[in-house]
C-alpha cells in the first residue's frame, strides 16, 4: 500500500511543469540545446526560437488542460500577480484557434498603476512590462474548468526600474555567481562553469478551524490576535512538537504535498511545530530562483487548500499573545556545476582550503553589512516575534559551532588541539583535522552554519523569501570579492593562491569577528555585548527599515549591481508604507472589536450581576463584599477601555495630519504601546466575563481542532 501510494507521486511529480523533460518532449533537439543555452546565461533567446518554444508551451499546456496562459510576477507587495489571457481566440472565417505567440511568452505589458512603487511613477504613467524569466519553469495551476499557464517573469516600469522581487534577486545571483568564479579560478578551478546558489526554506504556519476563526475580525483582517487571554492548556506541555499529526491537518498535508507534486515542488519535511495547531512544510533545495517561486506557489496552494478543507490558515508571524509564533527559517549553500557543495568539507586538502575561504567571505560580509539583512527581515508581524523566545533576536550573529570556531580563532597556532571526532586531515602544517559535520546546537543564532550550510532563521513566515535571499546573496558576494582581492595581493609576491589562503582567511575573521558568537543570543549580556559591538544600530522595526538607506548599504548594493539608481529608496519607502498599513489597520480593527464587541459584552455582565446582586435584598447575606467588588472591576475595566479607545480615535486623527516616517514612530512610540494596554485590559476582562456573553471564540476554542 504505502509503495503504491509512493509510486502514485512519482507518476504525478512534475506533470504540471514545462521542465526540461517536457522541453525535451516537445521541443526538435536544435531548439532544446539553444533553450537550454539561453537558460544558461551561454547565449542570447532570440525571436525565431521564443516562437518555436510558444508553440512548444501552448500545444503542452492546452493538452494538460489549460484554456489562459499567464505572466506570473512578484510584485514588491510579497505576493504574486497575474494576469490571465485566454488562448482561444476567433478567426476570420468564425472558428477558434489557439494563439500564443513568441512575443506573448517574451514580453507582456500589464497595466503597473496600482502596484507599489514607492512614489516614483505617477498614476497616469501606468504601463509595465513583464518579461519572461526562462530560468524559472512555467507551470499550470489547475482550476475548476481547465487552468492556466503561468510563466514566471520579472515586472518593470515603464522607464526600466523593477516593480518586482525578481529583478534584484536574479541581479544578486549573478554577482554571487562572477565573484564564486573569480575566486575557484584562482585556486585553479577553471573547470568550473557556474556556481548556483541552492535554498531551502522550511515554512511554519498555523491551522484553525475557518467557521470558528471567521468570527475573529483581528483574525479576518490582521492576521492575527489582538486580544486574547492565555488557555489553561497552552505550551505547558511539549506532547505536541513533532507528535502524531492530527488527521484533518494531515489529510490537508497529504493534499498540499500531492497538488505540489504536480507542480515539482518536493516537500521533504511535514510534522507539527510547537505551539497548539502549529505546523511546518520543508521542501527540497532547489537552485535559488526556483526556491523563492516554489515558496510562492507553496504559500498559494496551501491558503486555496486550506478554504476546500474548511481551515484558515495563517502566515502571520505571531497570531497569538504568549505562543510560539511562525518563521521561514531560509537554508543556504553553494553548488557548483560539478555538483560539489563549497560549504562541505572533505579529504581533499585544496578543496578544504576552498571552503574555509567561502565561509570567511560569508563572515566578513555579514560583519560589514549585517544591517541590511535586519533591514530585510524588519515587518510589522516580524516585529512581534524576533527577540522572543521562540525566535532569534533581530541582532544579526553567526554560529559556526565549537570545531570550526576553534578552528578559526587559531590559525596563527603552531599547535591546534581540537576534541576528538570524526576527522578529516585537511593536510597543511598549522591546521588540525576538521569535523565532516558538526551539529548546529544553537537555536537563538538568526545564522547558523549546520554542517554544509548556512540557516538563515530571522525571516517571517508571512515573507517572500526573494528579499532575504537577494540581500545575503549580495553581502556574500561582497565578502568573496574582498577575499579574492586578499588573495591576489598575497599571490602578487609569486605564491601560489591557495598557499596564501589561509592567511586572507585569518585576516577576514580577524576583521568579522564582532558577529561570531555562540553563547544565547536571548541574554541581556549578549544584547549589551552586540552594542559594544556595534551590532545595534537600530531600536525599532522603522529605524530597521531605514538601515537599507545607510549610503555604505547603498554604495555597496549600486556597484554589484542589484540596485541601481533610486531603486532601494523606492524599496525603503515600499517597506515603510506596508508596516504602516498593517499596524494601521490593526488600530482601526481594535477599536471596532472594543465598540462593537468588548464594551457590550462587559454590559451585558455588569447587568446580569447587577440583577441577581438585587435579587439579594431582603435577605441576611453578608458576605457580599466581594461580589461588590467584582462587579466594581468590572465597571472598572469599561470605564478605562472607553478612555483608551478614545485615545485610539485621537491617534488616528492624528496620523492622517503626518508623513509617513511620522506616521510608523508614531505607531511605533504610542500606538502600539497603547493596543498592549487595551489588550491587558480585555483579556483581564475575558476572566471575568461568562463565555456565552463573550462575543469573540476564545483562545481554547480556536486552539482546537474539530474532526
Not at 170 to 184: G, P, V, W
Not at 452 to 461: C, M, V
Amino acid at each position: 500500500m504505502v509503495s503504491g501510494e509512493y509510486s502514485k507521486i512519482r507518476d504525478i511529480y512534475g506533470s504540471l511543469v514545462f521542465d526540461r523533460r517536457a522541453m525535451k518532449e516537445k521541443l526538435n533537439p536544435e531548439a532544446y540545446e539553444r533553450l537550454i543555452a539561453a537558460i544558461e546565461g551561454r547565449q542570447k533567446l532570440d525571436a525565431s526560437l521564443a516562437d518555436t518554444v510558444a508553440m512548444a508551451m501552448r500545444d503542452w499546456a492546452v493538452a494538460n488542460g489549460a484554456t489562459h496562459w499567464a505572466h506570473w510576477f512578484h510584485p514588491l507587495t510579497e505576493l504574486t500577480a497575474e494576469k490571465h489571457l485566454s488562448f482561444t481566440l476567433p478567426s476570420s472565417d468564425g472558428s477558434a484557434v489557439d494563439v500564443f505567440r513568441g512575443k506573448d511568452l517574451i514580453q507582456g505589458e500589464p497595466d503597473a498603476s496600482s502596484f507599489p512603487s514607492g512614489g516614483r511613477r505617477s498614476t497616469f504613467e501606468a504601463r509595465g512590462y513583464s518579461a519572461w524569466d526562462p530560468s524559472s519553469p512555467a507551470f499550470i495551476i489547475k482550476s475548476a474548468k481547465g487552468g492556466t499557464l503561468c510563466i514566471p517573469s520579472v515586472f518593470l516600469s515603464y522607464d526600466g526600474s523593477p516593480l518586482d522581487l525578481k529583478t534584484p534577486l536574479l541581479r544578486s545571483l549573478d554577482a554571487l555567481e562572477t565573484r564564486s568564479l573569480k575566486l575557484l579560478k584562482l585556486f585553479g578551478q577553471r573547470g568550473v562553469r557556474s556556481v548556483r546558489m541552492t535554498v531551502g526554506a522550511e515554512q511554519e504556519y498555523f491551522l484553525l478551524d475557518r467557521s470558528r476563526a471567521q468570527q475573529r475580525p483581528d483574525i479576518r483582517f490582521c492576521g492575527r490576535t489582538l486580544i486574547g487571554a492565555q488557555p489553561a492548556k497552552d505550551q505547558k506541555l511539549d506532547h505536541h512538537y513533532m507528535g502524531a499529526i492530527p488527521q484533518r491537518v494531515l489529510t490537508y498535508m497529504e493534499n498540499v504535498g500531492r497538488d505540489l507534486a504536480r507542480l515539482g515542488v518536493p516537500i521533504m519535511t511535514r510534522h507539527n511545530e510547537v505551539a497548539r495547531c502549529q505546523f511546518e512544510f520543508a521542501p527540497l533545495f532547489a537552485d535559488a530562483n526556483t526556491a523563492c517561486d516554489h515558496n510562492q506557489i507553496m504559500m498559494e496552494t496551501m491558503r486555496k487548500l486550506a478554504r476546500s478543507h474548511d481551515l484558515r490558515l495563517l502566515f502571520h508571524e505571531k497570531p497569538f499573545a504568549g505562543m510560539n509564533g511562525s518563521g521561514k527559517h531560509i537554508n543556504i549553500s553553494l553548488m557548483d556545476n560539478e555538483g560539489r557543495n563549497l560549504l562541505k568539507a572533505t579529504n581533499n586538502h585544496r578543496r578544504n582550503v576552498i571552503f574555509l575561504t567561502f565561509l570567511s567571505a560569508l563572515v566578513l560580509g555579514v560583519s560589514e553589512y549585517h544591517s541590511l539583512l535586519q533591514a530585510g527581515v524588519a515587518t510589522a508581524g516580524n516585529m512581534f516575534r524576533l527577540g522572543g523566545h521562540e525566535a532569534p533576536p533581530s541582532i544579526m550573529s553567526i554560529y559556526l559551532g565549537q570545531t570550526l570556531t576553534e578552528l578559526l580563532s587559531q590559525l596563527d597556532k603552531a599547535d591546534l588541539k581540537l576534541p576528538d571526532k570524526e576527522q578529516l586531515d585537511i593536510g597543511l602544517s598549522k591546521l588540525p583535522t576538521l569535523t565532516p559535520y558538526d551539529c548546529d546546537r544553537n537555536r537563538t543564532s538568526p545564522i547558523a552554519f549546520t554542517g554544509d550550510k548556512f540557516e538563515f532563521r530571522a525571516p517571517g513566515s508571512s515573507q517572500s523569501i526573494a528579499l532575504p535571499v537577494t540581500l545575503f546573496a549580495s553581502i556574500w558576494a561582497w565578502g568573496l570579492e574582498r577575499l579574492a582581492e586578499m588573495i591576489e595581493s598575497r599571490a602578487a609576491q609569486g605564491a601560489e593562491p591557495i598557499d596564501v589562503a589561509l592567511d586572507a582567511v585569518k585576516e577576514a575573521v580577524k576583521k568579522g569577528s564582532a558577529v561570531l558568537f555562540e553563547g544565547d543570543a536571548y541574554t541581556h549580556e549578549w544584547h549589551e555585548e552586540a552594542r559594544r559591538r556595534g551590532l545595534i544600530e537600530a531600536e525599532n522595526t522603522p529605524e530597521k527599515i531605514d538601515l537599507f538607506l545607510r549610503p555604505k548599504n547603498k554604495e555597496m548594493l549600486e556597484q554589484l549591481g542589484v540596485f541601481k539608481g533610486s531603486e532601494i529608496e523606492m524599496l525603503h519607502e515600499i517597506r515603510l508604507d506596508s508596516f504602516e498599513r498593517a499596524l494601521e489597520i490593526e488600530v482601526s480593527i481594535l477599536y471596532d472589536m472594543l465598540w462593537e464587541g468588548v464594551l457590550p459584552a462587559i454590559s451585558k455582565q455588569l447587568i446580569l450581576e447587577k440583577k441577581s446582586f438585587s435579587a439579594l435584598d431582603g435577605l441576611d447575606f453578608r458576605e457580599g463584599e466581594p461580589w461588590k467588588k467584582y462587579i466594581r472591576d468590572l465597571g472598572v475595566f469599561k470605564a478605562a477601555l472607553i478612555a483608551d479607545a478614545q485615545k485610539l480615535c485621537a491617534l488616528k486623527e492624528k496620523m492622517a495630519a503626518l508623513d509617513a516616517r511620522a506616521r510608523a514612530d508614531l505607531l511605533v512610540k504610542e500606538a502600539v504601546p497603547l493596543m498592549d494596554s487595551i489588550r491587558g485590559m480585555c483579556d483581564a476582562a475575558e476572566l471575568l466575563i461568562s463565555a456565552d456573553i463573550w462575543p469573540y471564540p476564545l483562545y481554547r476554542n480556536l486552539l482546537s481542532l474539530s474532526a
